[in-house]
């Protein structure tokens, strides 16, 4: 095989034309190289020495040839190289069980380099993380990312009655701490997660961007007339810290995502459908929405997790019922943030209609309850346990 | 198998070479031979710890090697090169000069000012200053020469004064400078050279470093010592890491044929015999 460089020098990338005839020429091949820059004997003797290959310099016809004979160190670094499954999940084998360490950052897919690091992340079993929904899920996320901007009619002119406008900002200020959980949550575990569940790893840092846009909205909501948000109470910071610490990523999953965010969902069209402004309304549509792939995600991912492991289903009960041990002695849902509620639904401030206010917040409260039970259900939790459990969830919602 | 492990000296012209022994350390020790290191701030150092018996092996420089040599022949002992890395065979250094430089060939540089690396480089300075005296430039009398000495006793291992030289000549400080050949490359690709500069004389080829050990001192250990470097793999991922970091694909037998032309050169030089002559009556 021959190259000629033509005028092409080392310093500008002649290494590129000799590595790729090299490449051609396969093992032990030998390459003849001629060139017209000055000084590609130099270069050409001193690559070929740095990157193994035999170089002999050939002056038989009186112009000069280098002659190249392919080294094998490019063959050996290689030789031991894994393919780390396959890009495609749904291809066979494509996702693996139990994932090397050693393949640390590289795509699903790729072949690794043996020799590499060994990373440390905890996430890295299969059947604790995957969902083959993760994907589709991911996928209709970053398609419905919307504008926090545009999506809202910032501009549209209104004014609530100062007690009213009151309530709202409570409410704001109750779903941007809650709203803070839902991004810290996920945000921990894409840390720890195995690489290669490239699509889990998406599907959960999109959700930390939702979540993001969710305090984002929120916030500037509360502020819109006013210099201050409202009042965060110790018993919300508390239950939401039982959910923050949780160290288990199925457990975290199914109280953020299945009890928490499934509550949410029942709480954020509520508000919507009593708004007493356009933003309001729009803030809690929006943020519903995505709360609701949320929800899918960690339905999807924990009906696996079970059906390969119905040991767990256990675990999470305990999980529930340690959790509500621990948040007894709380005050649960702040008054201050249950009367907001029941000021929106209700409208005004004459008693028929804060009695029907109460009755819609009560009716909020046992439609929480009913749609925890459908998930639990769905997830091969029997009646008693689904019951059971959705009545000791926590009374802060999330 | 001696209690005593076989003890190898290197210099620390970089901090990766703690990483390089560490790692060949374990990887020796694995495979059962009991091995340490001391390192040595200069090359000096380290061959008279190699004659007082402090070291085994030294991983020598050629200058070392020649020190060594020497220093064998004047105390009726004997050195011996065991091996080498595959990069330490066949270098060439070069004399380059700038662009639209009014300088065409080796006699061209007579009064002109000429850039070389460390007073003790083989490669920048020691060889190629020889090979244009041979050419009939004495330097010095002939041409001046700009030192740039850094890290005197690395023996040019440490190539930062050969990027100064480099960079002198892109200043247009010098008219011409010495390097070692694959170092053209890569300072250009740093940008320490412009584009254009060429090289207008190659020195003949010589070799570089090895490993030297006297009189067959720990023979079996270093059997063994030589015979794990020969048996280490490129593919091998474990010293793959080591290699990559110590520049080599593989190791060689030692040769002791590439000296000749730095053996020349020290002697036209006369840059070794003080401290022969120095360890020498320290040694006798």
Sequence with gaps: MHVDLEGLGFERGGSLLVKRALRRAGPAGIVTVTGQAADLDVHLRAWCRAEGHEFHWRDDSGTGCAVVVRGSAFDERWSRAERAGSADPFEPEAVVEHPPQRWGLAGRGALVESGGPEFHFMLDRKVEVWSADAARIYAQAAAAQWDPATAIPWETQFDLPREVEDAVVQIMTYLIENETAALVVPSRFVAQMHPHFREVMQALAIQAADEARHVEVFTRRALLKNKYLGLSTAGGQASLQTLVEEADFATASFLLSVLGEGTFLSLLWFIERHAPDPVTAAVCRLAAQDEARHVAF????????????????????????????????????????????????????????????????????????????????????????????SRLHTRNFM | MSATPLLLGAVAYDPKV??????????????????DYILYTTYERQVEALFAGHIHVAWNSPLAWLQSQRLAGRLGRRAEAIAMRDTDRDLSSVIIIRENSSIHSVADLKGRRVA?????????????????????????????????????????????????????????????????????????????????????????????????????????????????????????????????????????????????????????????????????????
């Design chain 1, 298 to 389: 960690g339905m999807a991912h924990l009906r696996e997790h079970i059906l390969a492991d119905p040991s767990i289903r256990g675990t999470l009960m305990d999980a529930v019922r340690r959790r509500h041990e621990a948040l007894r002695h709380t005050a649960g849902l702040n008054a201050e943030v249950f009367d907001a509620l029941v000021l929106l639904a209700a409208g005004s401030w004459s008693p028929a209609d804060i009695a029907k206010g109460y009755d819609a917040v009560s009716t909020l409260v046992e439609e929480m309850h009913n749609s925890r039970k459908k998930r639990l259900l769905k997830l091969h939790f029997n009646e008693a346990e689904a019951e059971e459990m």
């Design chain 2, 18 to 35: 703690v990483t390089i022994w560490d790692g060949f350390q374990q990887y020796f020790e694995e495979r059962g031979l009991r091995f």
């Design chain 2, 116 to 284: 070389a690396g460390a007073k003790d480089s083989p490669q920048a300075t020691l060889i190629p200053l020889y090979f244009l005296a041979q050419q009939g430039l004495e330097p010095h009398r002939d041409f001046e020469v700009a030192m740039f000495d850094r890290m005197l006793g690395k023996h040019g291992d440490h190539i930062g004064g050969e990027r100064d030289a480099a960079r002198a000549l892109a200043r247009g400080e010098c008219d011409a400078a010495c390097l070692l050949d694959s170092n053209l490359l890569l300072f250009t690709q740093e940008g320490v050279l412009p584009p254009g500069i060429r090289a207008i004389a190659k020195t003949p080829l010589y070799d570089h470093c090895n490993f030297t050990v006297l009189d067959n001192n720990m023979g079996d250990e270093v059997r063994r010592f030589r015979e794990l470097l020969l048996g280490m793999a490129y593919s091998d991922p474990q010293v793959r890491r080591l290699l990559d970091l110590e520049g080599l694909k593989r190791w060689l037998p030692g040769r002791t044929q590439g000296y000749e032309l730095l053996s020349s050169a020290v002697e036209h030089f006369r840059c070794l015999d003080s401290f022969v002559a120095a360890v020498a009556a320290r040694c006798m």
